[in-house]
């Protein structure tokens, strides 16, 4: 069965760092784009980031440009969120999604996604 495992959240300071890890396993995860998307308190669900299925593009939501890192360990089932210079709005449930199509790419909430982890909690302090 398809599984996807978010990790690293925690309390981070503004201006601070975070590293997210999302452990996937029971497809091919190098056949398949993969998105982050976040859900603040009281809030929507905002699309965050998208990356290809090799790694080789990425894309982001205009509100965390310049400050994250979307990236894949293919090798691994693994992709990560690196959060850089982080801020108070950023704090929300964070979720790792599967796009549904091989080698598709997913940049927004519209896309077609079919697995969705559990999700990881980030709390930034001002």
């Known amino acids: 069965q398809v599984q996807l495992v978010e990790s690293g959240g925690g309390l981070a300071h503004t201006g601070g760092s975070l590293r997210l890890s999302c452990a996937a396993s029971g497809f091919t995860f190098s056949s398949y784009a993969m998105s982050w998307a976040r859900q603040a308190p009281g809030k929507g669900l905002e699309w965050v980031s998208g990356?290809?299925?090799?790694?080789?593009?990425?894309y982001y939501a205009d509100s965390v440009k310049g400050r994250f890192i979307i990236s894949r360990e293919n090798a691994k089932n693994t992709l990560y969120l690196q959060m850089n210079s982080l801020k108070p709005e950023d704090t929300a449930l964070y979720y790792c999604?599967?796009?549904?199509?091989?080698?598709?790419?997913?940049?927004?909430?519209?896309?077609?996604?079919?697995?969705w982890g559990q999700g990881t909690q980030i709390t930034v302090s001002s």
């Open positions: 990356i290809t299925s090799d790694g080789s593009d990425t």
């Open positions: 999604a599967k796009c549904s199509l091989i080698n598709y790419r997913c940049t927004s909430l519209g896309e077609k996604y079919d697995y």
